[in-house]
C-alpha cells in the first residue's frame, strides 16, 4: 500500500504501543528520552493514535 497521510496514523504504525489507551500511546521508534535528573527514568514519546510520522512502518499481524 502507497504510503499516504490516511493510512500512517501511529495506530496502524509497528512502533505504536497503546499502553491501554485507543486514543494515546508511546512511539517506541527511538529510546527512551532522558530526563534531567539523573535518577528518574527515561520516557518514551507519547503521541495520538491519530498521529504520524516519516518513521511509519505498517503493524503486520501476529
Known amino acids: 500500500m ?3 497521510t490516511e493510512n500512517a ?3 496502524k504504525c509497528t512502533f505504536f504501543d ?3 489507551s485507543a486514543d ?3 512511539c517506541r521508534y527511538n529510546p527512551p528520552i532522558s530526563q ?3 535518577d528518574t ?3 518514551w514519546p507519547k503521541v495520538e493514535a491519530s498521529d504520524w510520522c516519516g ?3 505498517p503493524a503486520t499481524a501476529a
Open 41 to 43: 527514568a527515561g520516557v
Open 36 to 38: 534531567p535528573s539523573g
Open 2 to 4: 502507497p504510503f499516504t
Open 24 to 26: 494515546l500511546g508511546l
Open 18 to 20: 497503546t499502553n491501554g
Open 9 to 11: 496514523a501511529c495506530a
Open 55 to 57: 518513521h511509519f512502518e
